[in-house]
């Protein structure tokens, strides 16, 4: 029973290290998110039509990600390029999404 109870503050500091690690690693993948916008932004010549995060006004109704920037484009046929950057929790992946698809009409 004793060795229990010193195992379990190990347990702990384990944890909350992996979770130091996490935000580590969330606030590098920001950086590469940013980043890549801005060089969206640059090619395009153009800001997006959104640029933000979950639940500021005029994010999209049909999107869950934390945070996207998308660039409607009616004179590609009426497409959409997307960006999103997503971590609901620190149990949960990051992951940075590129998506290109043709808005309905």
Do not use: W
């Given at each position: 029973?004793?060795?229990?109870?010193r195992a379990a503050p190990n347990s702990r500091?384990?944890?909350?290290?992996?979770?130091e690690a996490v935000d580590v690693l969330t606030i590098q993948f920001q950086h590469i998110y940013d980043g890549l916008v801005a060089?969206?932004?640059?090619?395009?010549?153009?800001?997006?039509?959104?640029?933000?995060s979950w639940g500021e006004e005029g994010y999209p109704d049909d999107e869950v990600a934390w945070q996207i920037a998308f660039w409607n484009r009616p004179e590609e046929g009426n497409s959409r390029l997307q960006?999103?950057?997503?971590?609901?929790?620190?149990?949960?992946?990051l992951?940075?999404?590129?998506?290109?698809?043709?808005?309905?009409?």
């Open positions: 029973m004793e060795h229990q109870n500091l384990l944890e909350e290290s992996n979770y060089s969206y932004i640059e090619e395009l010549r153009a800001q997006p039509d959104f640029k933000g960006l999103e950057f997503d971590h609901p929790d620190r149990e949960s992946p992951t940075i999404k590129l998506a290109c698809y043709r808005l309905s009409v």
